[in-house]
Each structure stands twice: as structure tokens, then as C-alpha cells.
């Protein structure tokens, strides 16, 4: 059975940084891209950042590039998320989400980041 | 403002046809496949459609997805009450070199 399951969520201060991730398995997580995908509290999804199978490759939302930095160990299996300077308009639930042909075929539970002083 | 544009809300009775418009541009929908997401309340979406009219199995053949130039549409047949929930399409943006979700659809059923 696939499984991916965020943590790492939290209430953190403007400013501040906090670090996500996702922990998957039932599936080969080194063959897979992974992304992330936020939703701000009552409001629509929005794609965060993706990384690819090795690592190599990674994009982000002009939102958050130079903030926030994706990266993955594939032998623990682990997707992350580090994020720096951390803006009130950051504040959603945090999906995790596995990459398959050009789609989201697999999603976390959510982890909710809080930035507020 | 979403980059993909999608009615806020759509309604239908139980048993009704109902259809939910995605409408983008040259960039995304014109050029990229378009795939579909199921958000029930307080849950993580689900993958409804991929490659543009696709089914993951486990998928009602009830859902069904068609694109056609920069619009993209899902259409759910014989709605359900469990059908309830909020709808996005979503596309490759190749000018943004990132993924666009549409605002998102609330359906209801009546």
C-alpha cells in the first residue's frame, strides 16, 4: 500500500524557517519525482516545488523560490522541505504528492504550517 | 487569481449529469495534459483524471475528462450525494515552468 506521511509542521514566527517532510513507502520512492502542494486555510491548491527520481532537478512557484529548498534521501526513503523566511502568507496545510505521468496519482494526509507572531 | 479558470460552484441532483469547465491558455492546457482532482471535505484531493480523459482504476467510470484546445472539462454522470466535494483541474505551465491549479470547483448536490 502506498503511504506518504508528512510531519514537521507547526506555528513558527515571520521570519523563522521550519523544515517538512515526507515519509513514503509501498512504492520505489528513488523512481518517482515528488512535489509539494500547499493549501492556505479555506482557499484553492497551489504547487509548491518538485524534485526529481535523483535529485537533480528541482523547480518552485516564484513564490517561494530563494526561500524555500526541496531535497530527498532516497535511501531513507524521505522527501523535504526546508523553509526559510517564512511569510504570514505561507501559513496552509502542506502536501506531499507523488509526480506520474504529468499528474498527482498519490498525496500525504497534510501538515499545517502556522506563521504568526 | 488562479492561472486556470473554473466556476466556484456547480449543483446537480442526484442522478443528474453535471460538468465543470477548466479554462487556460497556449501555455498550459493548450500545450500540456490536464489532470483532475477530487478534495472532500477536510481530506487530501484525489486523482480523478490524468492524461487528460484517463481513469486510475478504482475510478467510477462515472467520472470522465475531455480537453479541447486551452479548455479542459470533467463530467460526472448519475451524481451522487458522496459526490460532494470540491473539484480542480490542474496543467504543466510552460511560461511559468511550474504546475497551475484552477481556483477550484465546490459541487453540490441538491
Known amino acids: 500500500e502506498v503511504q506518504l506521511v508528512e510531519s514537521g509542521g507547526g506555528l513558527v514566527q515571520p521570519g523563522g524557517s521550519l523544515r517538512l517532510s515526507c515519509a513514503v513507502s509501498?512504492?520505489?520512492?528513488?523512481?518517482?519525482?515528488m512535489h509539494w502542494v500547499r493549501q492556505a486555510p479555506g482557499k484553492g491548491l497551489v504547487w509548491v516545488s518538485r524534485?526529481?527520481?535523483?535529485?537533480?532537478?528541482?523547480s518552485y512557484a516564484d513564490s517561494v523560490k530563494g526561500r524555500f529548498t526541496i531535497s530527498r534521501d532516497n535511501a531513507k526513503n524521505t522527501l523535504n522541505l526546508q523553509m526559510n523566511n517564512l511569510r504570514a502568507e505561507d501559513t496552509a496545510v502542506y502536501y506531499c504528492?507523488?509526480?506520474?505521468?504529468?499528474?498527482?496519482?498519490?498525496w500525504g494526509q497534510g501538515t499545517l504550517v502556522t506563521v504568526s507572531s | 487569481q488562479s492561472v486556470l479558470t473554473q466556476p466556484p460552484s456547480a449543483s446537480g441532483t442526484p442522478g443528474q449529469r453535471v460538468t465543470i469547465s477548466c479554462s487556460g491558455s497556449?501555455?498550459?492546457?493548450?500545450?500540456?495534459?490536464v489532470s483532475w482532482y477530487q478534495q472532500l471535505p477536510g481530506t487530501a484531493p484525489k486523482l480523478l483524471i490524468y492524461?487528460?480523459?484517463q481513469r486510475p482504476s478504482g475510478v467510477p467510470d462515472r467520472f470522465s475528462g475531455s480537453k479541447s484546445g486551452t479548455s479542459a472539462s470533467l463530467a460526472i454522470s448519475g451524481l451522487q450525494s458522496e459526490d460532494e466535494a470540491d473539484y480542480y483541474c490542474?496543467?504543466?505551465?510552460?511560461?511559468?515552468?511550474?504546475?497551475?491549479f484552477g481556483g477550484g470547483t465546490k459541487l453540490t448536490v441538491l
Open positions: 524534485i526529481n527520481s535523483d535529485g537533480s532537478i528541482t
Open positions: 509501498g512504492f520505489t520512492f528513488s523512481s518517482y519525482w
Open positions: 492524461t487528460n480523459n
Open positions: 497556449s501555455s498550459n492546457i493548450g500545450s500540456n495534459i
Open positions: 504528492a507523488r509526480g506520474k505521468l504529468g499528474a498527482f496519482d498519490y
Open positions: 490542474a496543467a504543466w505551465d510552460d511560461s511559468l515552468n511550474g504546475v497551475v
